[in-house]
């Protein structure tokens, strides 16, 4: 899917939470001048071949990317004032189709400009 979603921290409150279903590679407006990015890693396991979820981020200024554990927050609050976190995974013939991403606002960007 090529269409931008935009998940701005501007119009929620501090507590509040966004959820939104996206597809591996799907771009997502975080922050002003953001753009989120959630990608698949292809890792060996005991058991055989799988999958890591990756959040990239990408900005004037800003390269930053980290694994996501399942259900685990990835902390992005001195960037963009949210936790991304993972909450379900859809998978449609064997392949995963989507993920349910939950952003949480915990307040305003530490670093202002991004």
């Known amino acids: ?53 990756r959040v990239d981020i990408r900005g004037p200024g800003v390269e930053w990317s980290a694994p996501v554990p399942a259900s685990m927050a990835v902390d992005v609050h001195a960037m963009a004032g949210l936790h991304i976190i993972p909450r379900a995974i859809e998978y449609q013939h064997g392949r995963l189709r989507r993920v349910l991403v939950e952003f949480e606002v915990v307040g305003q960007p530490a670093v202002r400009g991004a």
């Open 1 to 53: 899917m090529s269409s931008l979603v935009q998940i701005v921290n501007t119009d929620t409150a501090e507590g509040e939470s966004i959820k939104r279903w996206l597809e591996p590679g799907q771009s997502v407006l975080i922050a002003p001048r953001l753009v989120m990015t959630l990608s698949l890693d292809r890792v060996e396991t005991p058991a055989g071949e799988d999958y890591a979820l």
